[in-house]
């Protein structure tokens, strides 16, 4: 296949004077000016071939670009900004100029490169810098970069592309303060369960002298106090204690609606890490349920040092769109972005025509799947990630979407939603919480306002909970987030007053069954609260 070769404005100019003076000089009948054109073509095709040339020499001599990271797989936390280094060689005895280099990576990762032009000597390297910030949890993929490569004079340059990939895990925010620091040793020493949360109770250590209230035993009584001031009052004390506390997450593809970072399920993840930190740093043994359509995770319930990583790991990473059942490609699709992925290094003889232009989607006959899916197979252990095996409703997915996770290429939600299905997997999800041992005093669930449907299927297993002592709260998912991050960056085709209009229409509708559907989960006993709250809460409030 040939090397493609872009030309610069200097060498457009160039032929087009050519091509001028060629016609200047047939119609006046000059034949220098005629020469003196052809000349200037001549010298224009002899520095595109001069390029092409010299470019070749300095690939087989060597040229070539490294990640200086320790590892293949880096982890960050959500909206946080890492820097990367990256390295290009140039092993040839002349100087390379690079310029328009660029990072090529998936779409949630915001990756840009500190200098756009690079001037490499010869034998030497040039050490790049690359700003990665993470806008949504998950498993991603930078791929590598691309640049153009000049010599010469400079008029034509050959695009090339290193693909060289490193993957990126993306933590719930909390990973930047928490999972960073040191497990054990001299930290938790002093406190090997950590703080204790104090309620009060008949024993344990005195707290404070309060009004007495209907229901107060008289043994508690302060005479002494209460003579003093004219009133009765009572002393009240407190018991530490350690609870069980389950996190039960709504994971349903229409759930990521939105722009990345801004999207329900972003905040959802967020809130219950939160939530998870705050806990374990209480000493409470906290326990994870992940559902969808079905249930996608399930953690028990533990309190150990290393727990927050694993509910933080489990969050990220459980409620990805990579299965058939939750994704919007079909196998065809699927195929077609494995065939552009794997275009620049694998031999795709018999599947790629041989002018080597990649399919376009819904292009590839169905034949050729196999052929596709076997190639993939192949190079699976290439990618950052390892290639575990996704579940469909409990079958093994293809080798195509297994390719798309190796590599960390993100796969789109599917459209249709998962409400029926999600009710019920949140079904089971209570149902097992009430009946799991050790018995559960705590439990969140973090999914969008229960409407009539949704509230008839849950309202036995909700009103089951309370009546064996376990504390609900509902944490309610805002749609709000998603439409107010459109508004304020809406898409190039979308009129604004349309979008304000159609926004503010589907916030009052939201509006009115979410304050349905929290006085209905309040008759049952269940307490609602906005995503935000363990944020603003004090983690010393036993109400939390």
Same mark, same amino acid.
């Given at each position: 296949?040939?090397?493609?070769?872009?030309?610069?404005?200097?060498?457009?100019?160039?032929?087009? !004077?050519?091509?001028?003076?060629?016609?200047?000089?047939?119609?006046?009948?000059?034949?220098?000016?005629?020469?003196?054109?052809?000349?200037?073509?001549?010298?224009?095709?002899?520095?595109?071939?001069?390029?092409? %040339?010299?470019?070749?020499?300095?690939?087989?001599?060597?040229?070539?670009?490294?990640?200086?990271?320790?590892?293949?797989?880096?982890?960050?936390?959500? +909206?946080?900004?890492?820097?990367?280094?990256?390295?290009?060689?140039?092993?040839?005895?002349?100087?390379?100029?690079?310029?328009?280099?660029?990072?090529?990576?998936?779409?949630?990762?915001?990756?840009? =490169?500190?200098?756009? @032009?690079?001037?490499?000597?010869?034998?030497?390297?040039?050490?790049?810098?690359?700003?990665?910030?993470?806008?949504?949890?998950?498993?991603?993929?930078?791929?590598?970069? $691309?640049?153009?490569?000049?010599?010469?004079?400079?008029?034509?340059?050959?695009?090339?592309? %290193?693909?060289?990939?490193?993957?990126?895990?993306?933590?719930?925010?909390?990973?930047?303060?928490?999972?960073?620091?040191? =497990?054990?040793?001299?930290?938790?020493?002093?406190?090997?369960?950590?703080?204790?949360?104090?309620?009060?109770?008949?024993?344990?250590?005195?707290?404070?002298?309060?009004?007495?209230?209907?229901?107060?035993?008289?043994?508690?009584?302060?005479? /002494?106090?209460?003579?003093?001031?004219?009133?009765?009052?009572?002393?009240?004390?407190?018991?530490?204690?350690?609870?069980?506390?389950?996190?039960?997450?709504?994971?349903?593809?229409?759930?990521?609606?939105?722009?990345?970072?801004?999207?329900?399920? @972003?905040?959802?993840?967020?809130?219950?890490? &939160?939530?998870?930190?705050?806990?374990?740093?209480?000493?409470?043994?906290?326990?994870?349920?992940?559902?969808?359509? /079905?249930?996608?995770?399930?953690?028990?319930?533990?309190?150990?040092?290393?727990?927050?990583?694993?509910?933080?790991?489990?969050?990220?990473?459980?409620?990805?769109?990579?299965?058939?059942?939750?994704?919007?490609?079909?196998?065809?699709?699927?195929?077609?972005?494995?065939?552009?992925?794997?275009?620049?290094?694998?031999?795709?003889?018999?599947?790629?025509?041989?002018?080597?232009?990649?399919?376009?989607?819904?292009?590839?006959?169905?034949?050729?799947?196999?052929?596709?899916?076997?190639?993939? /197979?192949?190079?699976?252990?290439?990618?950052? %990630?390892?290639? $575990?095996?996704?579940?469909?409703?409990?079958?093994?997915?293809?080798?195509?979407?297994?390719?798309?996770?190796? %590599?960390?290429?993100?796969?789109?939600?599917?459209?249709?939603?998962?409400?029926?299905?999600?009710?019920?997997?949140?079904?089971?999800?209570?149902?097992?919480?009430?009946?799991?041992?050790?018995?559960?005093?705590?439990?969140?669930?973090?999914?969008? $306002?229960?409407?009539?449907?949704?509230?008839?299927?849950?309202?036995? &297993?909700?009103?089951?909970?309370?009546?064996?002592?376990?504390?609900?709260?509902?944490? /309610?998912?805002?749609?709000?987030? !998603?439409?107010?991050? =459109?508004?304020?960056?809406?898409?190039?085709?979308? +009129?604004? @007053?349309?979008?304000?209009?159609?926004?503010?229409?589907?916030?009052?509708?939201?509006?009115?069954?979410?304050?349905?559907?929290?006085?209905? =989960?309040?008759?049952?006993?269940?307490?609602?609260?906005?995503?935000?709250?363990?944020?603003?809460?004090?983690?010393?409030?036993?109400?939390?």
């Amino acid at each position: 296949m040939a090397t493609p070769v872009r030309a610069s404005v200097q060498a457009i100019g160039l032929c087009v !004077a050519g091509l001028l003076m060629v016609a200047l000089g047939v119609a006046l009948n000059i034949g220098a000016t005629v020469a003196w054109g052809c000349g200037l073509w001549l010298g224009v095709g002899l520095a595109r071939a001069l390029t092409v %040339f010299r470019i070749r020499t300095i690939r087989q001599a060597g040229f070539d670009m490294v990640w200086l990271e320790p590892a293949r797989v880096v982890r960050a936390a959500r +909206n946080e900004t890492i820097v990367l280094k990256a390295e290009i060689r140039n092993h040839d005895s002349q100087a390379v100029h690079c310029r328009q280099l660029k990072v090529v990576a998936d779409s949630h990762l915001k990756a840009t =490169l500190t200098a756009h @032009d690079a001037e490499i000597p010869p034998q030497h390297s040039v050490v790049l810098e690359v700003h990665i910030e993470p806008q949504r949890v998950g498993r991603y993929g930078i791929h590598g970069l $691309t640049l153009e490569v000049s010599s010469g004079p400079q008029l034509f340059s050959v695009p090339l592309s %290193f693909p060289n990939p490193l993957g990126v895990e993306v933590m719930p925010h909390v990973y930047r303060h928490r999972a960073r620091s040191a =497990l054990g040793g001299r930290s938790r020493r002093g406190s090997p369960h950590g703080l204790a949360r104090r309620r009060r109770g008949e024993g344990g250590e005195f707290s404070e002298i309060r009004e007495h209230q209907v229901g107060d035993p008289f043994k508690r009584i302060a005479w /002494r106090a209460s003579a003093r001031r004219g009133k009765l009052l009572v002393r009240d004390y407190e018991l530490q204690e350690h609870e069980v506390v389950w996190l039960v997450l709504d994971a349903s593809v229409e759930l990521w609606a939105g722009l990345p970072g801004s999207a329900p399920l @972003d905040h959802a993840i967020d809130e219950l890490a &939160s939530l998870a930190d705050h806990h374990l740093a209480m000493g409470d043994s906290v326990g994870l349920i992940v559902t969808g359509a /079905r249930v996608l995770s399930f953690i028990a319930p533990e309190s150990k040092p290393t727990s927050l990583g694993v509910l933080l790991e489990a969050l990220a990473f459980s409620a990805h769109t990579h299965d058939a059942d939750r994704s919007g490609l079909s196998e065809f699709e699927a195929a077609n972005w494995v065939l552009e992925h794997m275009a620049p290094t694998a031999p795709l003889s018999g599947i790629v025509p041989p002018n080597g232009t990649v399919p376009q989607v819904g292009a590839t006959p169905g034949h050729q799947l196999d052929q596709i899916s076997a190639l993939a /197979r192949t190079r699976l252990s290439q990618g950052p %990630f390892a290639a $575990t095996a996704l579940q469909q409703s409990g079958q093994p997915s293809s080798p195509l979407r297994q390719y798309l996770a190796a %590599f960390g290429i993100s796969s789109p939600a599917r459209l249709q939603q998962d409400r029926v299905k999600t009710d019920h997997a949140l079904c089971l999800a209570l149902d097992k919480i009430s009946i799991t041992r050790p018995r559960a005093t705590r439990l969140y669930v973090c999914s969008p $306002t229960p409407d009539a449907t949704s509230l008839a299927t849950m309202r036995a &297993s909700l009103l089951k909970l309370p009546r064996r002592h376990v504390h609900i709260t509902w944490v /309610r998912v805002p749609y709000e987030y !998603a439409l107010d991050a =459109l508004e304020q960056h809406p898409p190039q085709t979308a +009129n604004a @007053d349309t979008l304000r209009a159609v926004t503010s229409a589907v916030k009052i509708r939201m509006q009115v069954l979410q304050e349905h559907g929290e006085k209905s =989960l309040r008759r049952l006993g269940v307490r609602v609260q906005p995503v935000g709250f363990a944020h603003r809460a004090t983690f010393r409030d036993p109400e939390l």
